[in-house]
């Protein structure tokens, strides 16, 4: 029963031209490739070979900062500019003993090893050592022990120290300390002459900065090794606080066990943080190194004292007690293990590629001596290599970096190579009997005139979608997306040029009856294997899978199924949360995670801490602004829980020691400068002299204090539940920091937290993510509307997508993943992947002409369908094995692709047919191309090998002049 033909459309029209156009391209293209194979081969080795000299330029990047946040962001910008105007001199290392009772001669004694083996860590040059890296403090000697004197030296028990500018959950406790160290009234930064409290300053010693409870027993560590039971609990109940840094013995236990009276008897832990000084002086002369960790600009001589102390607490992990466990985190660990971990899991890459190479073996030839494709499956791989190489040399070249996500690339580029491979051979496997009869390269240009229009339409989406990505403003996404566009353009031509030159090759030494694996070897067709023919899917996807999908009762309980799946996803959609943490970065084998592990469990955090800057102004004018912007702050009792200014203590200082009511009261200049150098050396404001960037250094013999060019205040933050609190709490105080009323000075003023770089991060990623989606699924459908030229088909493709994208996002939520910058791209990712599926099947059900549509969508899932579940099986079978990985990039990437191949395969494979066949687009109208196809087909059986020669000889005269079949018809013609 005939149809009725529409009449063409200008989509029709515009289609037939470019599909029209796209099928004659291939076509000669495959004839061109089978006729000098050599000349292909060799041209696809000379662009990897100058594409890879650009690794020379290869660039890892691993700081957070670099990777994770917008670059055009308020905390890289503020960022930069303390790295520039208030630079830290200090860094943190911390260690947390862990037993089921710490606080015992066993506990004790382990401690007091790892101590000394701190105290005897050495850096590889022998520069330094912990007595001469760690960060120095002032103690008051013995022979000072008056309470005058100590009230003398007091302003120095806090000197220059601060917490601010680290991830630490203890900072705040340092000053806690509220027993009197001296007279209320005495003030010897103000009472005692200048000359005299500046000469008893100096006479003071130092001592490294630490916070230890073996500050109870003074570090004598062979006493600590003979301490008995009741001797350590008796210390830790009557030692309050550090007679350093004031900081609480008490918190630096975890897992604190008291008794009725609230003595403490037992802790699970203890915790030791140590801090070392950065050489800036070796930094200005130009002796520095990048922690990538941080971003820090580190000397180097730092960097390798505490690459030594990580030996130091690796080798006492090691030697730990039975049942003791030491957690330890350095400063430069997060760049370390970042680094290892962007290349170390290459394992899993080898061992995927070696099982897609089998399955590719087995599933690419036959069982047979001769018709085994044991070499072009090797190709086949080798093309993804080759692909791999361009992507990185191109992008080295053009000084895009190289970021911890890249390593999930190769997997992708392995699964979309392996797929346009087993596209272009279905569509050899599907030519008929009599096209077959046909000479090599008319065969070659018939497969490859369909199997290059389809993965065209797939690999011009995945690049769409990927271009959609590079212009995200996360620099990791960017970074990923444009290598993966690279790589998938490099996949696209080695496997339309690479593959398909040394096809011919192989189908060449088939036809001649060659061994498949020793070519020089010549088999006769008795010897020929009987399982040569044994093709297990193709014949279940024809006789089977073709057949019972189309029958009524099937088709509704895929539709029901569908829907259900669609529902249930759609609520985890719902529920998903937006969460970013850099930490998750860190395998979960490595110490620096096990230590943040143990941290969280020990030493709950009580909210971020964050600091806001204020950088030149006339601080003496603006202080009555100054005391209500503090007032605005301290009413944000919602989400502020404490705050920490140097401005309290100085307004209490001066109506104290000067008797002004200040700041109502206006003073001079050199008065406000004066006293405020009075306040900095007094016992209550030593600890803020930290908080303060002059135009030339703080002496104690200055008669004022320079002029200022950056000051800062402390706050904390209370305890958030999740981004629909922290990002608003983080918002409002920008804005109340940003409209603050200053009118003198240089205008800058912003607030600052660690925690910032996530926050920041999870403000822009949600758009981000839906933004690309969004318009990566616009661009799909605009270029399967191009390539397949039908409507109702590409809004299927597209139905299938955001199916597949919904489904997938909901899984994600039951499996316990998150919205981050890893499952952003992986989702990006997801488009290019699952459109695919969808695309190769409406494509084939275009141009399948049988009655009708059930027969169509029969027909379609036969020829195509083993093609599309190879592709899927085999992308799935290149990352199963990152199951067993412990990195945060490969565990998310498995999870969400075994989700998209699932759901992609579903989708296209049952799905599709389905809705195709009860209300599917008529196929393509243009019968006139069909004919000039079919005569093409046709004519291709007179073609002898001679006029094989004449057009290769035709062809190298004249490079792919003009070399369509009708040159062949007229050169047959003319035998």
Not at 157 to 177: H, I, Q, T
Not at 361 to 389: H, P, Q, T, W
Not at 927 to 946: A, D, L, P, Q, Y
Request: aromatic residues 12%.
């Amino acid at each position: 029963m005939g149809e009725t033909k529409p009449k063409d459309t200008l989509l029709s029209k515009v289609s037939n031209k470019i599909v029209g156009g796209l099928e004659q391209f291939f076509f000669r293209w495959g004839i061109c490739i089978t006729l000098n194979p050599s000349y292909f081969i060799i041209g696809c080795l000379a662009i990897v070979c100058i594409s890879s000299a650009g690794l020379v330029y290869f660039r890892q990047e691993n700081s957070p900062t670099k990777l994770w946040i917008p670059q055009n962001s308020g905390f890289v910008q503020n960022t930069d500019w303390l790295k520039d105007n208030f630079p830290t001199d200090m860094r943190i290392q911390m260690a947390i003993f862990r037993s089921e009772n710490i606080l015992t001669p066993h506990g004790l004694k382990w401690m007091a090893d790892v101590q000394e083996r701190i105290e005897n860590s050495k850096s590889e040059n022998g520069k330094l050592s912990w007595d001469k890296a760690c960060y120095r403090l002032p103690v008051v000697q013995n022979s000072m022990s008056t309470r005058k004197k100590r009230s003398a030296d007091g302003p120095d028990f806090n000197l220059d120290f601060d917490f601010s500018d680290f991830e630490s959950k203890f900072d705040d406790n340092v000053f806690n300390n509220t027993e009197p160290m001296y007279d209320s009234d005495f003030e010897p930064s103000v009472d005692l002459s200048q000359a005299l409290f500046c000469e008893l300053v100096s006479t003071f010693d130092e001592r490294c900065f630490e916070n230890n409870i073996l500050e109870i027993w003074k570090y004598d560590l062979e006493k600590i090794r003979r301490l008995t039971q009741e001797e350590i609990i008796d210390g830790i109940n009557s030692a309050n606080a550090s007679s350093l840094t004031g900081m609480k013995f008490d918190e630096l236990l975890g897992g604190v066990v008291r008794n009725e009276s609230g003595y403490i008897v037992a802790a699970e832990s203890a915790l030791i943080q140590l801090f070392n000084k950065i050489n800036l002086t070796a930094i200005e002369g130009g002796a520095s190194s990048n922690d990538v960790g941080t971003g820090e600009i580190v000397d180097q001589d730092t960097l390798l004292w505490e690459k030594a102390l990580i030996e130091a607490f690796q080798e006492s992990e090691i030697n730990s007690p039975d049942f003791h466990n030491l957690y330890f985190s350095v400063a430069r660990s997060f760049g370390d293990i970042s680094g290892a971990t962007i290349l170390g899991d290459s394992r899993y890459l080898a061992v995927g590629t070696m099982v897609v190479f089998i399955y590719v073996l087995v599933m690419l030839g036959k069982f047979d001596l001769v018709e085994n494709r044991v070499y072009l499956s090797l190709i086949g791989i080798l093309c993804v290599a080759m692909a791999i190489f361009m992507s990185y040399g191109l992008c080295s070249l053009m000084g895009v970096f190289y970021g911890p996500v890249h390593s999930i690339l190769p997997f992708l580029l392995l699964g979309i190579g392996i797929d346009d491979m087993f596209v272009i051979i279905q569509c050899w496997n599907n030519l008929s009997a009599e096209e077959q009869e046909f000479t090599l390269p008319v065969r070659v240009g018939t497969a490859l005139k369909h199997a290059g229009v389809s993965i065209t339409v797939t690999s011009i989406t995945d690049i769409a979608a990927f271009a959609i990505g590079a212009t995200t403003e996360l620099p990791s996404l960017q970074s990923f997306c444009i290598y993966a566009a690279i790589g998938v353009i490099g996949t696209y031509i080695f496997q339309a040029t690479f593959f398909v030159a040394w096809f011919t090759i192989d189908q060449k030494r088939i036809e001649a009856k060659r061994d498949g694996v020793v070519p020089c070897i010549v088999h006769n067709a008795q010897k020929r294997s009987q399982f040569r023919e044994f093709a297990p899917l193709q014949s279940f996807f024809t006789n089977h899978y073709s057949r019972w999908i189309t029958f009524t009762p099937v088709k509704t309980i895929i539709i029901i199924f569908t829907l259900l799946s669609l529902c249930l996803n759609a609520w985890g959609s719902y529920l998903i949360r937006q969460e970013f943490n850099p930490i998750w970065f860190l395998p979960t084998s490595s110490y620096l995670s096990k230590f943040f592990t143990a941290q969280e469990r020990l030493y709950p955090n009580n909210g971020e801490r964050g600091s806001i800057y204020f950088g030149s102004m006339n601080y003496n004018t603006e202080m009555l602004k100054m005391e209500k912007f503090l007032e605005d702050i301290r009413n944000q009792t919602d989400i502020i829980s404490s705050t920490d200014s140097w401005y309290d203590g100085f307004k209490e200082f001066v109506v104290k020691k000067h008797d002004q009511d200040f700041p109502k009261n206006n003073i001079s200049d050199i008065d406000f400068r004066i006293w405020l150098r009075q306040y900095l050396y007094s016992p209550s404001g030593a600890k803020y002299r930290i908080k303060f960037r002059f135009s030339s250094p703080l002496r104690c013999t200055d008669n004022a204090v320079p002029n200022i060019t950056v000051s800062s205040m402390d706050f904390r933050f209370k305890l958030f539940n999740g981004p629909s609190e922290h990002l608003p709490a983080m918002m409002r105080l920008k804005t109340l920091v940003k409209n603050a009323d200053f009118t003198s000075g240089d205008g800058i003023r912003f607030v600052w937290a660690r925690a910032f770089a996530s926050w920041e991060t999870e403000e822009v990623i949600g758009h981000e993510l839906y933004r690309n989606l969004a318009i990566a699924m616009g661009c799909v459908f605009v270029m399967t509307l191009i390539l397949i030229a039908n409507v109702r088909s590409c809004i299927f493709v597209l139905l299938c997508v955001t199916l597949t994208m919904v489904n997938v996002n909901g899984s994600m939520h039951f499996w316990g993943l998150t919205i981050d910058t890893v499952s952003c791209i992986n989702l990006v990712l997801a488009i290019g992947l699952c459109v695919d599926y969808a695309a190769h099947i409406a494509h084939t059900f275009m141009i399948q002409r049988h009655e009708s549509k059930n027969e169509r969508a029969r027909a379609t899932v036969a020829s195509m369908g083993p093609a599309v579940f190879h592709g899927g099986f085999s992308t799935f079978l290149a990352f199963i094995f990152l199951a067993d990985s412990d990195s945060h990039v490969f565990t998310t990437f498995f999870k969400i692709f075994v989700l998209v191949v699932g759901y992609g395969l579903f989708h296209g494979l049952v799905f599709l047919p389905v809705i195709l066949s009860l209300i599917g687009p008529e196929p393509y109208q243009d019968e006139v191309k069909n004919e000039v196809v079919r005569s093409r087909v046709n004519s291709g059986n007179e073609v002898k090998e001679s006029e094989g020669r004449s057009l290769e000889n035709k062809w190298t005269t004249s490079v792919i002049q003009k070399l369509s079949l009708s040159f062949s018809m007229k050169k047959t013609s003319a035998v």
